[in-house]
C-alpha cells in the first residue's frame, strides 16, 4: 500500500499556514508532482492507496494539551477535522475507494485503522510519502518495521523544513526502511 501522509492543505498548500514552513522545500523538490507520479503509476500497478491525514475534533478535545507541536496547532486553530486545511491538497487528491486514516498524533499507526486494513487485505509492503519527512514518514517508517512490514520510503516523494531536517531524518530511518526514489521502484 502507498501511504500518502499529511499532505493537507494546512501544511503543504500555498495558502495553508505552513506555507512558510514546507511549501518553499517541496516546490524546489516537486514533491507534489512526483507524488501524483508515483501515485498514478501505484493505481495503475494495482497498488492500494491510502491517505493519512492529521486532524482534531474541532473542540480540540482529543489534542494532546501537553504536546510542543500540537499546542501550537490548537493555539492557532490548525487540523481541525472538516476543514479545509484538513482536506488532502488537489494535486494529490484522494480517489474514490482510497482509504482514508485520520490520526491525532504523529503516528499513521496511533488511534487509526491503518493496521486492521492492512491485516485485512494481507499487505506486507508500505510506500511512504509526505510531510514531514522527520515527522510522520520517519515514525512511520520506525513503527511498520517493528509491526514486520516491508516499508519503503519514497525519498522525493517526502519534505522536511529544511534540506538538513530533511536528509538528517532519511539517515536516521535508513536503519528501518529501504529509501529509493519513486521513479526507480518497479511494481512488476
Same mark, same amino acid.
Do not use: F, H, M, P
Given at each position: 500500500m502507498l501511504l500518502v501522509m499529511d499532505m493537507v492543505n494546512d501544511l503543504v498548500h500555498a495558502d495553508g499556514a505552513g506555507a512558510k514552513t514546507y511549501v518553499p522545500l517541496m516546490a524546489? /523538490?516537486?514533491v507534489l508532482g512526483r507524488t501524483r507520479a508515483f501515485i498514478d503509476r501505484a493505481r495503475a500497478a494495482g497498488v492500494l492507496v491510502g491517505y493519512v491525514r492529521v486532524a482534531f475534533a474541532p473542540?480540540?478535545?482529543d489534542c494532546p494539551p501537553n504536546s510542543p507541536i500540537f499546542?501550537?496547532?490548537r493555539d492557532n486553530g490548525l487540523f481541525r477535522l472538516g476543514t479545509w486545511g484538513t482536506q488532502v491538497h488537489d494535486a494529490v487528491a484522494p480517489a474514490e475507494g482510497d482509504f482514508d486514516f485520520v490520526k491525532p498524533r504523529v503516528s499513521p499507526f496511533?488511534?487509526?485503522?491503518?493496521e486492521p486494513a492492512l /491485516?485485512? /487485505?494481507?499487505?506486507?509492503?508500505?510506500?511512504?510519502?509526505?510531510v514531514s519527512t522527520n515527522g510522520v514518514v520517519h515514525t512511520g517508517a520506525r513503527e511498520a518495521h517493528d509491526r514486520d512490514y516491508e516499508t519503503i520510503v519514497l525519498e522525493d516523494c517526502c519534505a522536511g523544513a529544511t534540506v538538513e531536517e530533511h536528509a538528517h531524518a532519511?539517515?536516521?530511518?535508513?536503519?528501518f526502511a529501504a529509501i529509493r526514489d519513486s521513479a526507480t521502484i518497479d511494481f512488476s
Open positions: 524546489e /523538490r516537486d473542540d480540540y478535545r499546542s501550537r496547532a496511533y488511534g487509526t485503522a491503518l /491485516r485485512a /487485505r494481507g499487505i506486507e509492503r508500505l510506500y511512504l510519502s509526505g532519511l539517515k536516521c530511518v535508513a536503519r
